[in-house]
């Protein structure tokens, strides 16, 4: 069954969301970008809050694909305690230098999951890459938020082979980016394990505005409907 993750970016978020059948409480700040950064002390404060309820990710920030900057960057989110570290995977930069750099952290248990983004054209081989990483699951997102929805880049087959080929190579498997509650039908038809909202939860659909329960409610509604 697919699961819903609400994308909040402080603790009152945290707490509005977890009233509702969300599965992944995923933390990140997004008016600093596609992934923007969540500081520290506010992601220690959320995952004290939930106590374990939910399982809780959070994102490193838009950074370049240096492999030191990204394992800095990965290693300072693993003390926080959270379930899984979104790494977003940028145009440019070393991208196999930074797989590299990371495998250590997965064969030790950090789970990561690699965040590919629609808009990019990302390359669907460097998924075998991801898992002989040791990376726990991947994510295909949008970074300009300003292009539409993910299903307004991508096609439908296009999102099933990504579907796919994660299922293939044993990795959990997230849709996102600018998704609607009218995207959610097919998207769930696909069978990916997560469908990832922000914007579509929020005040007039603008992804930096504050949260709209009746949206947060419709959505987990449409996504749980057998």
């Not at 460097?126 to 898992?131: P, T």
């Not at 498997?173 to 696909?190: E, Q």
Request: hydrophobic fraction near 45%; charge should be negative.
């Amino acid at each position: 069954m697919t699961g819903m993750l609400a994308s909040i970016t402080n603790l009152q978020e945290a707490l509005q969301v977890l009233k509702y059948d969300v599965d992944i409480i995923d933390l990140k700040d997004p008016a600093q970008g596609a992934l923007g950064d969540l500081e520290i002390e506010s992601i220690k404060t959320i995952v004290q809050a939930i106590k374990g309820q939910r399982r809780i990710s959070a994102t490193i920030g838009d950074l370049p694909m240096h492999p030191q900057t990204i394992l800095s960057a990965v290693l300072a989110k693993a003390e926080t305690d959270v379930d899984f570290i979104k790494i977003g995977f940028f145009p440019g930069g070393d991208w196999h230098g930074t797989l590299d750099a990371l495998a250590d952290l997965g064969d030790s248990g950090t789970r990561m999951i690699a965040v590919l983004f629609a808009d990019t054209q990302p390359e669907l081989g460097l998924l075998n890459k991801i898992k002989s990483a040791q990376f726990r699951g991947v994510m295909l997102d949008t970074m300009d938020k300003q292009k539409g929805s993910l299903t307004d880049l991508m096609p439908q087959k296009a999102l099933q082979n990504f579907v796919e080929q994660a299922a293939a190579n044993h990795l959990i498997c997230g849709l996102a980016g600018s998704l609607r509650l009218a995207d959610i039908p097919a998207l769930k038809s696909l069978k990916p394990d997560y469908l990832g909202f922000r914007g579509a939860l929020c005040s007039q659909q603008k992804r930096t505005a504050e949260l709209d329960e009746p949206a947060i409610k419709a959505i987990c509604s449409l996504i749980k409907k057998v």
